[in-house]
């Protein structure tokens, strides 16, 4: 039977102590033991469930991984304190010093400049790619590459990465081939596809309300057990951990994601066919026109649709910033970064989330200077909305 991941999710709630229906947050930094015995046998990780310092686990962060898990359904999930510690770590984790990478060049300004101007010194150096060229991804593959890197749908140009394909090219050069699911969560389910890691940002989607940073990252056992452990484990080390207030607070909002994906979506797939009908150049995975459409049916879990993400093209970023600022005056939402609000967040990429990629580079990978990319919100009339959009589009 196929995996369905708001059912696993939906089965990974559990009683709290107390019998609370939701888990206790454990506010403790550190934890006692009975005797200087037990306390080392702990450090020596003899000890089976016991807490010793919450930067390696903490009681209500290893509730929000067990969940995280099982909608991944990978055997674990480890918590960070934001997305980008999630890809950091997980990437430290996996690469030595003159390791190399193969990675989207279409990918989170963040994600890119770590690769391109971060990574280089430990002699760790990464090729970018248009992750939709499967002879590209062959092709920029060297003997000492490690790893294979993407986004499921890639920020911003919402390109679909045929992650079955990119699955068969990492076992023919034993690449570990990581993806970063923050735009598709349960829309797309990486590991079932072949996918070793999954990296997010919980601050978008996942969390859904914007009040905090967070990330995590979902793996094997072995991958979570060495990325904490105490003498050489990325996470530990660097120790970019998730507070267990927040950790508690993303795990309540966690169990209402399946209703929050649907709608995004429903409202996304709405606004994008007006956008089209209004002659706007548009980009959604979930119009015909959308060049990795029929991929995008074959991989995703259909009942989530295709996603809150949806570019429209205005040619250049003096008209993008108009509209954006016509749209906010007029309540459509809100000219801010970040994704996955109830309202409706729009930002001109190239000058914002992707600044750190330089202009002749997304001149290159197609990215328009007055590209506007809207993460479509909760509206409960996205028609009314749509009506206001229109509005400030004819006053352009
Ligand atoms: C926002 C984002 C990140 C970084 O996450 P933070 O929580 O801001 O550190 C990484 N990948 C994608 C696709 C994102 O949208």
């Known amino acids: 039977m196929k995996f369905n991941p708001a059912k696993a999710l939906e089965k990974s709630a559990s009683i709290g102590s107390h019998r609370g229906v939701n888990h206790m947050i454990n506010d403790s930094a550190t934890y006692t033991f009975e005797s200087g015995e037990q306390m080392t046998a702990c450090f020596n ?5 016991a807490y010793l310092y919450s930067r390696h686990w903490n009681p209500t962060n290893f509730a929000l991984s067990k969940s995280l898990a099982a909608m991944e359904g990978t055997e674990a999930a ?22 190399h990478i193969v990675s989207s060049v279409s990918s989170y300004g963040g994600t890119y400049a770590f690769m391109k101007f971060y990574l280089p010194k430990f002699n760790i150096h990464t090729d970018f790619v248009n992750i939709t060229d499967l002879d590209a991804v062959e092709k920029a593959i060297k003997p000492n590459t490690k790893i294979l890197y993407t986004e499921s749908l890639t920020n911003p140009l919402l390109q679909v990465a045929d992650i079955p394909a990119l699955r068969k090219i990492a076992d023919k050069y034993q690449l570990t081939l990581i993806i970063d699911n923050t735009f598709t969560p349960l829309i797309i389910s990486p590991i079932q596809l072949g996918a070793d890691i999954v990296v997010y940002s919980l601050t978008k989607f996942v969390n859904g309300k914007n009040d905090t940073t967070a990330g995590a990252i979902c793996a094997s056992l072995d991958f979570i057990n060495s990325l904490i452990d105490l003498n050489d484990g990325s996470s530990m080390l660097l120790g970019g951990v998730l ?6 607070n993303i795990h309540k909002n966690l169990f209402t994601l399946p209703i929050r994906m649907k709608k995004h979506s429903e409202n996304a797939m709405f606004l994008a066919q007006k956008f089209k009908d209004l002659g706007l150049r548009t980009v959604y995975p979930g119009l015909p026109d959308h060049p990795q459409h029929e991929l995008m049916k074959e991989l995703m879990n259909p009942e989530f649709g295709f996603g809150g993400m949806v570019s429209i093209d205005l040619e250049t970023p003096e008209r993008a910033s108009k509209f954006m600022s016509l749209m906010q005056d007029s309540g459509v939402g809100y000219l801010a ?60």
């Open 45 to 49: 990780g003899e000890l089976e469930g």
């Open 78 to 99: 480890w918590d960070t304190g934001s997305g980008m510690a999630a890809i950091t770590n997980a990437i430290l984790q996996v690469c030595n010093a003159g390791d």
């Open 243 to 248: 507070d267990s207030i927040r950790a508690a």
């Open 337 to 396: 970064v970040s994704l996955g609000y109830f309202k409706t967040l729009f930002s001109n990429s190239g000058k914002s989330t992707s600044s750190e990629v330089p202009e002749e580079t997304q001149r290159d990978m197609g990215l328009s200077p007055g590209l506007v990319r809207y993460s479509v919100g909760l509206d409960h009339d996205i028609h009314e909305s749509y009506k206001v959009i229109e509005e400030c589009y004819k006053k352009l």
